[in-house]
């Protein structure tokens, strides 16, 4: 069952079904699909055929290489993407300091950055969390002074994503200490090679390394390597991540990971029978399927209400809350289909592994266990509340 | 709270102090990722202590523990998320033999068992049997006076350091019929055993079991043949039970290190324990521990004093239900709370979670034992 869109978005939608099913590679689908960790070189492989195509940067304008698209199309493409088990878009990069170099950036930042984006060439990561800023982002410390042309950085960055393999950091810093604290902040961008970075790994409970914490002493950062005015970082970074609407809900991939999860039940066996055919987890397959499709008509429209503008508000965090939620429902109810095959830390050492065709084995209570972080990064699930209720309820 | 003994008591400080003083988390790091998976000191240790004679007849030489000093035991060992072979090779499979070996054979096997000296594993699970302790395709054929068996189990916890498996086996009928299941004691070094052991993601051990016409002899049985699934369905209760007073141990010790980071990070220049929303979630955490203590202590009583069998199973099905739900419920919660730092590798609040999740799994989850509940008769 599917909401269907206008026999045009549609049409696209089969356009580019047929392109990626046709292009993916099945080492990448199979890899995005047991939800492993992608390494740079296996996202670059995907990433040059949608460049090829043209497809590299759904959201930028034409005229910086992008598709031009709607968001309707957009969300279409978002969408075949997910079904499809196709590589998310290489993240920083395109939805965050691409867009924030298109409205702020000078002519020669624009043209020293965007193509180096577009091409996979060069990997962003963002400097925004610090140890005691989290949920309280404003309140961040990490300093940068003026000295000449340059900003002398002092301070650490925490839960730094995919630092250890990025090669630019557009980052938050505070450059004044004004009386609010979401003036004096400052977005600059710095080579992650500049002397006096270093980066430290943290390695999360489901064994993996993503994020890291870097620390800065005496950093030093070319003035002509800020975006935007100085003191401007907090209306920047809040007008970027209001742009982000496509990929909060997370509906398609969602829906992915319940049609793995419906080929597991199919494989696994309860009682001699398929784990489909009993009625307890075929009662709680159904309702994820329907609080799936809640989502998604709400996501849907969101999206598409033409009073709502460039940017979604309190909506995002409806988005964002519930389908965080609905990810990590899903992801536990595949870690309750394999039952005791849930267990076993190698991915090859259970035999229903080997039997469970290799479309559906994968790294299902790691993945589960990873998953704990979406309702937290990004704004926990608390703190998007907190806007709901202020924002949308006026309380 | 339940009333105790001096002796439990004791028993219960002398874990609290094994803990304390031998199993810190750093600790508990180093020992979970060498090759076993738990130390051979505090196995003696264990022995010294009595926790390995504990839950055995007196008669056997064993101390004649209850189910409540094997709960005891457990909640304090799920305290300080102790990693080792103490449910399934003491609880789970020495109860076997305890509970259905004939004498000579409890007298060969039991007192290396209670000196630490042997240690069993229990191979009960196969791959299409999911919680079905009675889905058994595994085959025992007679073999002149002994049997041959053949088939596959799969996540036989702690095999890897056991001398003996307890492997149950089909003597007779179809996989799933309740007549027909025998137990058997299987030397891990027969020829045609193959056995390769993983590490499980809340860092325990298990293997993956096969047999190729395994030669075991009949004073190796277990009990009668043709007649063991009600000895396994007693004794998993009794290792659910205790899987449920680990679980408490540990959903207390998660909940506690909530609370304290709760009251020592600030954000928008207050404690996070200031707010009440987050107060109200701690709440609901403590609520959960309690029910879960109190359901998990009222059935290790329960299944001790069970007039019958339908009691003891639903005593059991009960509090792991209750466990099941409460540990996920805490888990979650802990890391949520804690936030980033929750995700960390560093802090033991993610693999408390990782052993409550385990846990809803070992011998039945939730579901299955919902439906365990309530397809056994109250009277």
New interface residues.
Partial sequence: MEIRLSDSLEAFRGEVSAFIEENLPDDIRRRVERQEFLDRDTHLRWHRTLLEKGWAAPSWPRDHGGTGWSLAEQYVFEQALAAHDAPRMIAFGFDMVGPMLIRFGTETQKRRFLSKILCGEEWWCQGF?EP?S???LA?LQCRAERDGDEYVLNGSK??TTSAHFSDWMFGLFRTEHAERKQLGITVLMLDMKSPGLTIQP??????GHE?NQCFFDEVRVPVAQRIGDEGAGWSIAKYVLGLERLGIAEVARSKAMLARLNRIAHT?????LP?ARDP??AQ?LAGLEIDLLALEATEQSFLFDPALGEALGAEASILKIRGSELQ?SVS?LT??AL????????PD????RE?VPPRSAGLV??T??NL??I???GG???IQ?NIVAKAVLGL | MIELSDEQRLLRESVDRFVREHYDFANRRRIVAADAGFSPEHWGLFAELGWLSAPFAEADGGLGGSALDTALIMEGLGRGLFAGPYLSGVVLAGGLVARGGDEPLRRRVLPGLMRGEQLLAFAF?E??S???LA?IETRAVRDGDGYRLSG?K??VLYAASASSLVVSARTAGA??DPVGVSLFLVDRASPGLEE?S?????GHR?S?VELHDVRVESCNRIGEAGDALPLIEAVCDHGVVALCAEAVGGMDALYRATLDYLKQR???GSKLASFQ??QHRMVDVYMALELSRSLTFAAARGIDQARDENERQRWASAAKVQIGKAG?HIG?EA??LH??M??????A???Y??RL??IN??LG?T?HH??RFAGVSDH
């Fill in positions: 969390s005691n989290g949920s309280d309140s925490m839960w943290i390695i999360t409970f489901d064994g994020v696994e066996r309860s009682n001699g784990l307890s987890f709680r990590q536990e870690v309750d039952g005791y095959y849930a267990l076993p830390r190698e050492a259970g035999s229903n039997q209570a790691e589960y266990f704990r972080k309702s937290i990064y926990s699930n608390e509340k | 699970t791959p299409q999911r919680y079905n889905d596959r799969s996540l996989t799933r390769s993983y590490q499980t993601v809340d298990a993956e600030e954000q928008f929303a987050l996920r979650r890391v949520q936030g980033g929750g995700m960390t590798d560093d802090l609040v993610g693999h979670f990782q999740c385990a799994a070992l989850d579901t919902t439906q």
